[in-house]
Structure formats: C-alpha cells, structure tokens
C-alpha cells in the first residue's frame, strides 16, 4: 500500500492509499487534523478570554518594578486559572446534559489548573518559607476533592460524633491543616463522650497553640522555628507520658500533630496523593521549609507514598519537576503530554515575562516562548474563526511572528466578502502590502469571474491595483463593442477619482463622456473629446477605429464641428492607422474595413472641404 | 454609570437583535447567532437569549444575571444580517444566499424554521460562478421583506408567498452592503463603490430613482439607516470607518462627514425612540455613542470623551432652516458628545442593538455585552 502524504498549510494532512501495483481498487482520502482541541466546542472559551488575558499582558506596565509588577502578575497567572476554572464549570454542566466528550476534557483541564497553582505559588509568585507553606496548603485543600462528599456526609448528619466516618473527616482536616474545623467536630465528640473530656481538652490545647507562618511580617523565621520546636517538645511528651493511651484516634492524631511519617502514611486513603503527604509532611514536621529545599521532601513523599507499588504517572512527574524547581522539565513534559498547545505556551509566556526562563536558543523560533506561542498560533489558524485571535500572538513573536503571520493568512479561506475584508485590515495594519494586493487580485478576479464588474474595480481601488483596473476597463470596452453600449453605467459615470488608477480606466470614463456629451447634443466638447482622447494617446490602439468610426456621425453633421486642423488630426489618425497594419489577418473582413475606411476617407475630405470654406469666409458678410 | 454584562459565548457573535416587546412584558430577549465554519463540523447557531426582567432590577439600577440561553437552532452558513418580522419570527440573512423566517415558539420556548428562499441570492452564471453570493442585508416591513446581496441584485418577498414577489437582477454593478426603508415603498441601499441609492419599488423600471454619491473617493458604505422621525435625514458608514449624514432631499453629496472609526464601520444605528442619539461600531473594536441632545450653551464647538479619534463637522450647505441636530450647521451651536462605549477594545465589534436604555453589541472575540444603563 502506497501512502502519499500532502500536507497543507492549513493543518490538515491528507493521505491517500492506493494498492503498490496500481490495480483498480477503491482508494480512500484520509483527512487527519491536528489540533482537534481547538473543534472542541467548550474550550473555545478557554481560548477566546485567555487571549484577552495574553494581550493585556503584552500591553501592560513594564516600568512597574519590584512588589507592584509581582502582584500584577500574580493577578495575571490567577486570571489564567479562573478561565480554566470556568471551562471546567461548562464542561460539567455540558456532561449533565450528556452533550460530547466532557469527562476527559474535565480532568484534563483540572489537572492543567493543578499545574498552573503549583507554578504560580513556586515561579509567579516566588513564596518564601513560611508563606510558602501557607500557599501549599491552600493549594492542596482546593484540588483533593475526593473527600468532600464525605465530609458533606457526615456534617448533615444529625449527630456527626456518631457517624462511622466521622474520625475520618476529623483526620483529613488535621491533614489538611484546618484546625479550626477539627476542633469544632472534636468538641461534639467531646460533648457526647464526656469520659474523653480531659484528653480533648489537651489535644483542642495543642491544635489551638500550633505556631503556623503567616503571611504578615508580625515575626521572624527563626521566631517561628523556635516557638515550633518549643510546642513540638510539649506536644511529644505528652505523648510518650501515654495522656492519649486510651484512644486510639486521638492518639494518631496527636501522632500526626507531632510528624510521624508512619501515622500521617497509614491515612493515605484520605489523602489519596502524594503530593499532599508532602504538604501534610511539611506542615508538622517542617513548616518554616525553603522553596530550595522541596525537592528533597518531595522526592522522598513519592517514594514513601507509592512505595514501590505503583510507578508514578505524568502528572506526578509534572509535579515533581515544579518541586525541583525545573521550568523547562516542567514545559518539556507538559508539552508531551497534552494535546493542545494552549497551556505550555500561555505559561510559558507569563514565565517569559516573570524573568525567569534564560533563553536557551532553539533550532526553531528564537526562544522557548516564541517557539511555543508560534505552534499555539499556528494551531489557531487551522480554524474557520479563531484564526483572528491566532494574529494577536503572531504580533507578538518578534522573531519570526511576522513571516508566519504572511503565509497563514494567505491561505484563509474567504467565503465571503466581509471575512476578507477583515483579513485585508489586518494586513493593511501591519503594512503587509504584498498578501493585501494578493487578496484583492484573488477577490477582484472572483467578482470578474461573475461578471460583478464594479464589485472587481472596488478591489484593484483598494490595493491600487492599475493593472487589474486595466483588465476591467478592457472588459468593458470588449462589452461595449459586442453589445454596442455599454453596461453598468451607474459604475461608469460615476467613477470619479478613482478614474485615475489606470490610463485605461481614465480613457474608460472619457469615452463614456464622450457619449454623454453626445446625447447632449454638446457637439463641440464631444469633438474635442474624441480628439484629445486619440492624439493624447490616451486610447489604445485597437480601439481606435472605433472612435474614428464614433467621428463619423459627427463629420456628418449638417453643422461643421471639426476644425480644420482637427480634421487634419483625425487624417493623421486614419493613416497612423491603416499604415501600421499589414493585411495579414484582415482578408476575411476586407470588405467592411476597407469600406470603413473608404467611407471615413471621404467624411473626413467632405469635413475638410465645408471646414476650409467656412474658415475662409469673412464672418458677417 | 454603565452596567455592563459580559457572557463569553461560544461563537463569534453578529447581529445581536433586541425582540420588540409589547408594553405589558418586562422581559426583554435577547437574540444573536452564532457565526462560525463552513467546511467542518456545522456549528451555526440562530439563539436566543433571556437577560432577565428589566424591572427586577436593584437598588442601584445593577442586575446581576447572566444572559442565559433559551433555545437555538441550526443555520446554514455565515449570519450575515438579521431582522425580526414581527413579535415572533425573525428573518435571517446567510452567507449561502438564502433568506429563512425562524419562528420562535414562545410556549415551548423552541425556534423552528418558518420558511426559506433558498437561492435568494446567487452569481448569475452557475456553471462558471466562483463561490455563492452571500445575503449581506435583510428589512423588514411586516409583511414585505427586502435582501439585498453580493450578488447585486434586490429581492422583495412577502412573509406569506413561496416566490418572490419581484426580484431586481443586477441592481448594481458592485456589491450591495445594506439595504433600509425610507418610505413604506421606497429603500435605501449602500454599495461598495461608495454610492448610495434610492428605489421605489412602485415603479417597474429596474434603475434607482436617485444616486448619492460620496465625493471624493469612492470609498465603500457598509451601513445605512435612517433618522426614525425625520425620513429626509439619513446615516451611512463606510470603508474609512467615516460616518455620513445625508439630507436627501438636497443635493447628492453628505451634509456631514465626521471622521469616526480607524477601520470600517460595520454598523449605524439611530436609537429607535431617542433619535437625538446615534450608535456606530466597527472592526476597530470601538462602539461610539454620538449625543445631540445636549442643550446649546456657551462651551466649545463639540466636546468628546472616551474616544481616541477627533471629531471633525463638515458642511457643504449653508441654507437650511431644519431643526434636527444632525443637520445643524451653525459651528458654534453645534454640541456633539461622542463616547466611546468599550473600555478595553480587542476584535472588532461586529453589530450592535439598541432598544430603549438597553445596548447590545457583540463581538469576534465570541463574546456579547449587554449595558443597560445607556442614559444614565
């Protein structure tokens, strides 16, 4: 089987097969697209806002420094993530009403905000130990929803203390670092267990005086490390004195308080990632970590969270390279792994502007940024109209964004007269002056085609086309011969400057005034008309018989219009004329040229003779 | 303060249509259609949608809805320019050159298509033409129906016939953009050599009974629309982005050229009820407002805020006792607000609605904007 491949700049690569032998047998055209995400009805609104979001960061204040320019960008990369966040919002009710493919797309989008929040918090935002922590909590308390219907579960019920699961719930906000909500749920347990009330006490004490990071400067690092070291002691002896012998959750509890790794492991199913073991991890046994030191922690929390059973997946290799700190690990394998551009390059470019990728140079595209926001754009312009945002990005690839933005935009299709228009905006815009005059000569030679002769000269107006202009004045004037008058006169008489454009069109307008002269009965202009248009050399040549033969019902007036050395122009004519032409191609219609001719001879020495004599007369006598 | 509403659709947005309402309803609907591919999968939409009651409204005047969609249907090809017929149906202009009446159940809040002209518009020769001829503008006047198209030519129909009730093949030489009423039986057309023509469609012969003409350039017209109360004054907006009134009765050259837009102007529209106001967008991505209702005073010539070009009044006649603000033409009584509606402008602004305070426009970022509060 033979496969031929034609690719299409458009994206869209056709295969054909047909049997090695060349036998007769049914072939088949395969169309194969790349970029089917960029059909998928709901993410176009990913697509559309983020773009939105692109430009408005190419546009803002680079002047801003420091504090003021982070939070900018910070405002930035969680723009970014909403509009993921709303897609998914679509797409699930989309599934509710079982409307394409969603599912996949859900977790693939949910999945690209976790990446997103992870990047933000590490590069964007840059957090330092102490908020750092901070932020990794919030992070893993939005994106492990597994355990929310559980916890739904057991809030409503009536009497939460009593609900099977209810120590489960209380274990995934310890892990979770919401101490608050354990110690309200611990304090019902309390309540209904009073036996427990001496144990609970302590431990709400515990939980009450953990020293966390906050976001303000209201303390030191060293402070908090030492505040923490001293509770953390307090909190071990109270365990190896056995104060929590007696009940076995609270004791695992007080363990996970206090950072054992073995009793924050065993409640994996509640934690169900190891990227929040880590965070569990950090939070009781190293709060006050360093962003340089995650990797160590992060490592380790795989390997101790999937303990060999499981092999880690993309995302958790995502993951790990953000931990390390990576960027490009993190963009290499995120471009791998999705299928769409959309994300490696939009985080790439917040990246780009963050300061933080070095340009390692590419065989393709000047930098990373450019090279991937060139794939993304490109992607775009396979499609029927998001091809418009696709322009934007091109703009703002310094290095080659211009010469791809040339070639993709000649191959839009243009179904109809509004969308090229838009296209030739854009290119006037960008002084793209040789895809402007392409478009136009392809639309003026449409409308040509179907005989919209006005639609075409407003084309070659537009790209100041003379030669096309040319070619519809000569059109024209071929109707005018064939027909004997002419068409479109709303065009004609009304072409004003535009007549200009071409020498062609000029004697087009002329001429037509010249008829009009003539109806009017305006003899003499007409006269003059016609002469300057031949002595001018403003008609060309093949048509000069017929304005000569147009002069014969002037000669032939009852009045004399041509003067005499008017008439001695026309002669010149008719003989520049007749000279100039060997009979090669005239023998069928010999007889009417010649009689043509024969009769203009004798109009013009009538003309000649009434004129001399008119001339020579004394007026008045 | 303006309140504006933003729903990200899913398809490049023309032609958002408020529906007429009757006084009694609060609810106003909200129509656009979707415009989008022809070779792939067909996702042409006609929808509409509901923006909620206008009298449930907040202290401040605020609502806090988002438009939400009520029902759509299929269409075949680009929506190149709507109109509701009546209370009901609406008529569509599509890229394909046909012309289809949509009726909207309001029972069962479904869309049907009602009727179609399938080659309304078409190039002459079938065998040689290259490419269809697309419906580039649609009025109506319950029950009659005008299109106009690339094609050049003029189709009147009725709601109710299965053909035309007469057709005027090669109207024009060049495209026709947009097509309006001037009188019940005469229209207005705008072409693409920069003229604009009047017909009366009493009369059998097929030639415009008038021809205006830009000078200077003959740079295409886009749009047209005429002034509500006063039928001589008309509006049209062209390649240049450049806004034109028209007193028809006089000459055959614009009273006013004010140099508006940076690109074309896709759409004028008069406000419906408070003609003193004037609404232009266009591919630049701007929507101007043009107020002049302001009271004469002694402050300068014209006063702008917002927009980024400068305001300029020509005028070419300097004997007239009209009234209308749009014609004046005494410089220093002259007070025009311009105001352009969008903060950040990106794509260009394809069409716009206007129904008493209420603004719609819809753009190619696949977006629709509602403002409520024009006047306040």
């Known amino acids: ?621 | 303060q303006t309140l504006l509403q933003h729903s990200s659709g899913q398809e490049k947005v023309s032609q958002p249509r408020w529906e007429p309402q009757p006084r009694a309803r609060l609810m106003t609907a909200l129509t656009f259609s979707s415009k989008c591919g022809i070779v792939s999968i067909q996702d042409n939409r006609i929808s509409i949608w509901s923006v909620g009651d206008l009298g449930n409204t907040g202290l401040n005047g605020e609502y806090h809805g988002e438009p939400h969609l009520l029902c759509d249907i299929q269409h075949n090809g680009d929506v190149m320019d709507m109109q509701f017929l009546d209370q009901e149906r609406i008529v569509v202009a599509s890229s394909t050159g046909t012309v289809t009446i949509f009726r909207h159940h309001q029972n069962n809040q479904t869309l049907s298509a009602d009727h179609r002209w399938a080659k309304a518009h078409y190039h002459v020769d079938q065998d040689t033409s290259c490419g269809g001829a697309a419906c580039t503008g649609v009025v109506c006047n319950n029950p009659e129906i005008v299109t106009v198209g690339e094609d050049g030519r003029i189709n009147l129909f009725r709601a109710d016939q299965k053909d035309a009730v007469r057709t005027i093949d090669n109207a024009d030489s060049s495209t026709l953009h947009a097509v309006t009423f001037l009188r019940t039986t005469e229209i207005l057309t705008v072409n693409s050599i920069g003229q604009l023509k009047i017909w009366d469609l009493r009369q059998q012969r097929n030639e415009p009974s008038q021809i205006f003409s830009l000078a200077g350039d003959r740079v295409p017209l886009h749009c047209v629309d005429r002034h509500p109360n006063q039928q001589h004054i008309v509006a049209t907006g062209g390649q240049d982005g450049m806004l034109s009134i028209w007193d028809i009765r006089q000459g055959t050259m614009p009273v006013s050229l004010l140099n508006a837009h940076e690109a074309e102007m896709w759409e004028v529209h008069f406000h419906p009820s408070d003609p003193d106001h004037l609404f232009t967008c266009s591919e630049d991505g701007s929507l101007w407002h043009w107020d002049t209702s302001a009271n004469v005073s002694e402050k300068p010539s014209f006063l702008h805020q917002g927009g980024r070009s400068t305001a300029y009044l020509s005028h070419s006649t300097m004997n007239q006792s009209v009234v209308s603000a749009w014609l004046s033409n005494d410089p220093t009584k002259d007070r025009m607000e311009i105001t352009n509606l969008i903060p950040n402008q990106t794509l260009s602004v394809n069409s716009l609605d206007v129904l008493g305070p209420c603004l719609v426009y819809g753009t190619d970022a696949e977006a629709i904007y509602v403002n409520r509060q024009l006047f306040a």
Not at chain 1, 418 to 423: E, F, G, P, T
Not at chain 1, 473 to 501: T, V
Not at chain 1, 520 to 532: I, P
């Open chain 1, 1 to 621: 089987m033979n496969l031929q491949f034609f690719k299409q700049l458009s994206e869209c690569l056709i295969c054909s097969t047909c049997t090695g032998d060349g036998a007769p047998s049914s072939s088949r055209v395969f169309v194969v697209r790349r970029d089917q995400d960029i059909y998928i009805h709901t993410l176009r609104k990913l697509f559309n806002e983020s773009h939105g979001i692109f430009m408005g960061l190419q546009r803002s204040e680079e002047e801003l420094a420091g504090k003021s320019r982070k939070a900018q960008l910070v405002q930035v990369s969680k723009n970014y993530r909403s509009v993921i966040r709303a897609c998914m919002e679509d797409m699930h009710q989309a599934a509710a009403l079982k409307l394409g493919p969603a599912f996949l797309q859900v977790s693939i989008l949910s999945a690209m905000e976790l990446i997103w929040n992870l990047c933000e918090i590490l590069f964007v935002e840059a957090a330092t130990a102490g908020p750092l922590l901070l932020r990794l909590l919030d992070w893993v308390r939005l994106h492990v929803c597994d355990v929310d219907s559980m916890v739904r579960e057991v809030l409503s019920s009536e009497s939460p203390s009593k609900h099977k699961l209810f120590w489960n719930v209380v274990d995934v906000f310890v892990l979770q670092g919401r101490m608050d909500e354990a110690r309200h749920l611990l304090s019902k347990e309390a309540s209904a267990n009073p036996a427990s009330m001496n144990m609970y006490k302590i431990l709400d004490d515990f939980m009450k005086k953990m020293p966390v990071p906050s976001l303000g400067n209201t303390q030191t690092l060293t402070e908090l490390e030492l505040k923490w070291q001293h509770w953390h002691e307090e909190c071990q002896r109270y365990l190896q004195d056995g104060t929590f012998a007696s009940n076995p959750h609270m004791e695992s509890i007080c363990k996970i308080l206090l950072g054992d790794e073995d009793a924050i492991l065993e409640k994996k199913e509640l934690m169900t990632t190891w990227y929040h073991f880590l965070v569990t991890r950090l939070l009781y046994s190293h709060p006050t970590v360093k962003p340089m030191e995650l990797r160590f922690y992060a490592q380790s929390s795989m390997d101790l969270f999937l303990g060999g059973e499981s092999s880690p997946e993309p995302l958790d290799m995502i993951l790990m390279a953000a931990f390390e700190f990576e960027m490009h690990q993190v963009i290499k394998e995120c471009s791998i792994v999705l299928s769409n551009w959309w994300f490696v390059a939009h985080l790439t470019d917040l990246l780009d502007h963050c300061k933080l990728l070095q340009s390692h140079n590419l065989y393709f595209g000047s930098n990373m940024r450019e090279f991937l926001l060139l794939e993304y754009a490109s992607g775009l312009f396979s499609h029927h109209s998001l091809w418009q945002l696709g322009v934007d990005y091109f703009d703002h690839c310094p290095e080659y964004g211009r010469v791809y933005l040339e070639l993709h935009i000649e191959r839009i299709p243009l179904s109809t007269e509004q969308k090229a228009l838009k296209v030739l905006r854009i290119c006037e815009q960008r002084q793209m002056h040789e895809q402007v005059r392409s478009i136009c000569k392809i639309m003026a030679m449409k409308a040509l085609r179907n005989n919209r002769l006005g639609s075409a000269l407003s084309w070659s107006i537009r790209a100041k086309d003379a030669a096309f202009a040319t070619l519809i004045s000569d059109r024209f004037l071929k109707d005018y011969c064939e027909k004997g008058c002419f068409s479109d006169l709303d065009l004609i008489d009304n072409l004003g400057p535009s007549m200009l454009l071409s020498d062609r069109l000029t004697f087009l307008g002329k001429y037509r005034e010249f008829h009009r002269l003539y109806g009017e009965k305006r003899f003499a202009e007409a006269a003059r008309l016609l002469l300057t248009l031949m002595t001018a050399h403003i008609a060309p040549c093949s048509f000069w018989m017929t304005l000569l033969t147009d002069a014969l019902p002037l000669l032939e007036q009852k009045e004399v219009i041509f003067s005499a050395e008017q008439t001695y122009e026309l002669m010149r004519c008719l003989e520049d004329l007749t000279a100039g032409n060997p009979d090669k191609q005239k023998f069928q219609d010999d007889d009417v040229e010649t009689t043509k001719v024969e009769m203009l001879r004798l109009a013009l020495a009538r003309n000649l003779a009434r004129v001399i004599v008119k001339e020579g007369t004394v007026e008045g006598s």
